[in-house]
């Protein structure tokens, strides 16, 4: 396998977390999104993926877009240890769990947005860090009450083993701290990271331990 990626790239961590807890061994190929104006844009990576985004997974002849979509192809080819519990509805929970961070907080944060948001709308520094800590306040919020008000919530966000939902959540919070956010109103979040923190799938995912870290 290969894994088109970026060490600071928030999808692309969660699919370096998701092959780890699987234990697929896997050859890291760097996408630099800045460097020479963004090698995700070049006509070689865009043969690869159109939309010019990481990650992008090459697994023999298939090539596989999207980080969700990448999770949820590795838990079913490799089905131990399970990404996604046993019945439809906590399954639903889970997915509700991460789209609420892959879908309503990240996207209004990623680097196109904050690029576009700099150069094209004209916004400062100043502006721009605090779009970034409205929408992950907003979506932290939601995010802190679902989990503090469920007992499906265990040491992870759903029973006592890491799945899709930690995979999306921990590198949210790398994010967070980058920008300086007050996490104080998120116990059960940081709770719940830090019990993921003591895994080495999550250790080794992280953005400090990869070949491209800057």
């Known amino acids: 396998m290969k894994l088109y990626t970026y060490w600071r790239s ?12 699987k234990g697929v061994e896997y050859e890291s190929v760097p996408v630099h999104l800045v460097k ?14 159109p939309q010019g985004l990481v990650p992008a997974l090459i697994d ?12 949820e192809y590795l838990d079913e080819k490799y ?3 399970p990404l ?3 019945t439809a509805g906590a399954r639903a929970r889970v997915r509700g769990l991460a789209y609420l961070i892959a879908d309503e907080i990240q996207p209004m944060n990623n680097l196109g947005v904050v690029q576009y948001l700099k150069h094209e709308a004209g916004l400062k520094q100043q502006q721009l860090d605090d779009w970034y800590r409205h929408w992950i306040a907003r979506g932290f919020s939601a995010l802190e009450q679902l989990l503090s008000a469920s007992d499906q919530t265990g040491q992870f966000c759903h029973g006592e083993t890491p799945g899709l939902a930690d ?6 919070l790398y994010n967070a701290r980058r920008y300086d956010c007050d996490l104080t109103a998120y116990p059960t979040i940081t709770r719940i990271e830090k019990n993921c923190s003591r895994s080495s799938a999550f250790q080794k995912a992280a953005p400090e331990n990869q070949p491209d870290a800057e």
């Open 79 to 81: 089905p131990q240890p």
């Open 36 to 49: 020479d104006g963004g090698q995700q844009k070049s006509a070689e990576y865009l043969k690869i993926n």
């Open 167 to 172: 995979c999306c959540l921990v590198p949210q």
């Open 84 to 86: 996604l519990p046993e």
């Open 10 to 21: 928030s999808s692309a961590y969660r699919v370096r977390i998701a092959l780890n807890l």
């Open 60 to 71: 023999g002849e298939s090539v596989l877009r999207q980080s969700l979509a990448i999770i």
